[in-house]
């Protein structure tokens, strides 16, 4: 799983830089940045990245909006959803619209891991 291309969609930049930080130290490569779900969506089509990590609570199009859009585009696209503490219906909505797993801000490294074995792990039924 070393190198894979991720998209950080996030509506802070501190949380985009955060993951950045995260995901580049695990050895894989940001090759995208959205800042709200319609970017996100727009941008996946040229980008293809192998992974995106999408924040819930985004200006323009929510992250489970996004999400749904991605899977239709794409029903093999790999998400994993950042939430803050008590978001846990929304979460719910996201792995039920094809979010592989869901990881919670303040983003911690080994969870963060986890949640990309997860996205990769293709013996796992992700719906």
Do not use: W
């Not at 029903?75 to 503490?85: L, V």
Request: glycine share 6%; with cysteine; proline share 2%.
């Amino acid at each position: 799983m070393d190198g894979i291309k991720v998209m950080v969609v996030d509506d802070t930049a501190f949380m985009r830089m955060v993951m950045r930080s995260l995901l580049e130290g695990m050895g894989h490569k940001v090759v995208a940045e959205a800042a709200n779900g319609a970017e996100a969506v727009r941008m996946y089509q040229t980008v293809r990245p192998d992974l995106i990590t999408m924040d819930i609570t985004m200006p323009e199009l929510d992250g489970i909006s996004a999400v749904r859009k991605i899977k239709q585009m794409d029903s093999s696209a790999r998400i994993i959803m950042c939430s803050a503490m008590g978001q846990r219906e929304m979460v719910l909505e996201a792995i039920r619209n094809g979010a592989a797993d869901f990881v919670v801000k303040p983003v911690q490294k080994e969870r963060l891991l986890a949640a990309v074995s997860v996205a990769f792990d293709n013996t796992r039924l992700l719906h």
